[in-house]
Every structure is written in C-alpha cells, then in structure tokens.
C-alpha cells in the first residue's frame, strides 16, 4: 500500500512563499511519475504541475508557469512544490499524487493512482 503525506501549507500573503512537501512510502517511489493538483471550494480538482520518474521535464499548469517549481528527492522518497508570487488565486486544498511507472509527466488526473490527503494552501489579498 503506497501512502502519500502533504505537509507545508499556510497562510501566506499575496507575494509570499510557501514550499509543500509530500512524503512517499513504498520501496520504487524513484520509478514513478508524481503530481501536484489542487482543489478550490466549488471547483474542480486541477492540475499544477507534474516530474517524471527520473526528475526529468517537469510539467507546469500556464496558471502557475515561472511561479511554481517542482523538484524529488528519490532518496528520501519525496517530491516538493516550490510556490513563489502567490497569488489569491492559488488558495486551495494542495494533493500529491503518484502518475505511472517510468513515466513522464503528464496533466490527465485519471493516470494518477495514489492521492495524499491533502494541505490547505491560503493567499490572502
């Protein structure tokens, strides 16, 4: 059973930082793809940004292109978002999720199998 750990969530203000962390459990976390997607009440749950299996072309939603950064530590079977420039907007509900085995990153939630709880991510104006 793969379980995933959000942490680093806040409240922050229009402008700041935050920096999330999903902790990963499993012995082949280096194997597979991982994303981040968020959830704002009312709305759907959308893509922000995506890392292959090897670390290699990161995928970014355009809402958060040159803002956001996603890195994995394979060794300590993490994956991170680095959130620059918040904006009001990006107040939502923050998910880790595992994609698939040796892939690429990809957008389409539906390949993800494996969801964090979540960690409430809060831009205020």
């Known amino acids: 059973q793969v379980q995933l750990v959000e942490s680093g969530g806040g409240l922050v203000q229009t402008g700041g930082s935050l920096r999330l962390s999903c902790a990963a459990s499993?012995?082949?976390?280096?194997?597979?793809?991982m994303g981040w997607f968020r959830q704002a009440p009312g709305k759907e749950r959308e893509f922000v940004a995506a890392?292959?299996?090897?670390?290699?072309?990161?995928h970014y939603a355009d809402s958060v292109k040159g803002r956001f950064t996603i890195s994995r530590d394979n060794a300590k079977n993490a994956v991170y978002l680095q959130m620059n420039s918040l904006k009001p907007e990006d107040t939502a509900v923050y998910y880790c999720?595992?994609?698939?085995?040796?892939?690429?990153?990809?957008?389409?939630?539906?390949?993800?199998?494996?969801w964090g709880q979540g960690t409430q991510v809060t831009v205020s104006s």
């Open positions: 890392i292959s299996w090897n670390g290699f072309n990161p």
């Open positions: 499993g012995r082949t976390f280096d194997r597979y793809a």
């Open positions: 999720a595992r994609g698939g085995f040796l892939s690429s990153a990809y957008e389409n939630r539906n390949q993800y199998d494996y």
